[in-house]
């Protein structure tokens, strides 16, 4: 559901090239995220089953096992196994939609903030 506010401006006109500038560092950024994932694949592959990996006697790469599960790949790969293990679990949380509908105010007070470059100049 998409709720209808009404969005407040200002001019930014003399700050064309810093938006300029966001949009083209935003672009390099995801270039370079690209590039850093298709090296690290490389990488991985060479170290197959090895957790490091050296240059000259040193230590350069570390493969760390991190206390984390990655639960969208299991699901993917072994969607079988996953329902196997699923659980249905009972969690406390805070009820935004009743701020939001009793306490505008508050909600936006507290609502995220995206900046969005929306300029194509």
């Known amino acids: 559901m998409t709720e209808s506010t009404e969005a407040t401006s200002v001019a930014m006109d003399q700050y064309v090239d810093l938006v300029k500038r966001w949009r083209e560092a935003t672009k390099a950024r995801m270039g370079w995220a690209k590039i850093e994932e298709d090296i690290k694949a490389e990488i991985d592959k060479i170290l197959a089953d090895s957790d490091q990996a050296t240059i ?3 230590i350069a790469v570390e493969r760390r096992r991190e206390n984390r599960f990655a639960m969208g790949e ?6 079988e196994m996953a329902r ?4 249905e679990r009972t969690v406390r949380t805070i009820d935004v939609d009743l701020i939001k509908s009793t306490r505008p105010d508050l909600y936006k007070e507290y609502q ?3 900046l969005i470059n ?4």
């Open 56 to 58: 000259n006697g040193q």
């Open 74 to 79: 299991f699901k993917r790969r072994d969607p």
């Open 84 to 87: 196997y293990f699923e659980v």
């Open 112 to 114: 995220v903030v995206k």
């Open 118 to 121: 929306k300029f194509d100049g």
